[in-house]
């Protein structure tokens, strides 16, 4: 069953200074298009209540009262600001905010420069509670989104999705938002794992690898810098990471491979040489072997 839910209504009802709309401008300039709701996956799944890609059309600020979701806001140019009571956000160019609307008595976006441009999308489901139970979640967590990750071309996959009330399209939704935050999650939180015992050196090897991922690797080389067995490098890394440091690489090369094969035009030995790999079969041998799919197959099939 299909749930007519207008929320446009809900949000300017939780708008405490109407006045602060720009003139003329409904609440949808700042929350996207609303999203029909299933009724059998309301809550169960995540959830899309409204989305899409907004600039804004002139300076504003938006006083707002509690809301029962969490907002996603990805700046993709110009700048705008989130006040909370303790503490303030600037959203840059780049930035990816998540954001409880629901504990602060109040919260409040302001346009900090003309021609700010956001992909946006507002969203509930119960998972949520248990993703913020994981770490040290208070109300608000920013990052700022390297070229190469995953929540890119995520975020374009649920605007390309469209806002059908199918029950496909609310378990895309419901996989690429779980995507999106797991990946935001690690990002956010890697560093605050107090629990977890890492040998500074492994450290400094997988920030190498996720920064230097063109580069070759030598098992040897890594015995000669760190003045430690390349045996016991790949037994204490594979017991932290979960795998060895050259499957750890390639599995790094192949994330970024999906990321530009579906957000560039780039050629596929161009991606291949792009990540370190000099020879285009044996890029595309590794991609088939990672996916299950040749690189073009993959672009073919992920982008329809």
Not at 32 to 43: A, D, H, K, R, S
Not at 53 to 72: A, G, I, S
Not at 219 to 240: A, M, N, P, Q, T
Request: charged letters at 20%; hydrophobic letters at 35%.
């Amino acid at each position: 069953m299909v749930i007519t839910m207008n929320y446009n209504e809900t949000f300017l009802y939780a708008i405490k200074d109407k006045s602060s709309l720009p003139k003329g401008v409904t609440p949808s300039f700042f929350i996207g298009t609303p999203y029909p709701i299933l009724e059998e996956t309301e809550n169960k799944l995540l959830t899309i209540l409204s989305g899409g890609t907004v600039e804004v059309p002139e300076e504003f600020v938006l006083p707002m009262q509690p809301l029962d979701c969490r907002m996603l806001l990805y700046t993709k140019k110009g700048c705008g600001t989130l006040r909370l009571p303790k503490k303030t956000y600037q959203l840059e160019a780049g930035s990816l905010l998540y954001l409880d609307c629901s504990i602060s008595p109040e919260w409040e976006i302001e346009m900090s420069e003309p021609g700010w441009q956001y992909t946006v999308f507002f969203i509930k489901g119960d998972q949520l509670s248990y993703y913020e139970s994981l770490v040290p979640f208070s109300q608000a967590v920013l990052i700022t989104v390297s070229s190469y990750s995953i929540i890119l071309p995520s975020l374009e996959k649920l605007l390309q999705q469209g806002n059908s009330a199918t029950l496909r399209n609310k378990l895309v939704d419901a996989s690429v938002l779980n995507s999106i935050i797991t990946e935001l999650w690690i990002e956010a939180f890697h560093m605050e794992a107090p629990e977890r015992k890492c040998p500074s050196y492994l450290i400094e090897i997988k920030q190498t690898l996720d920064t230097f991922f063109m580069n070759p690797l030598r098992l040897d080389d890594l015995e000669s810098k760190y003045h430690i067995s390349k045996y016991r490098i790949c037994r204490e890394f594979s017991s932290v990471f979960g795998i060895p440091p050259l499957k750890y690489l390639n599995k790094r090369r192949m994330e970024i491979a999906k990321n530009l094969l579906l957000s560039t035009d780039k050629h596929i030995h161009e991606i291949a040489s792009e990540l370190g790999y000099e020879n285009t079969n044996h890029f595309i041998n590794l991609f088939k072997k990672e996916t299950g799919l040749t690189p073009m197959v993959y672009r073919d099939t992920i982008s329809s």
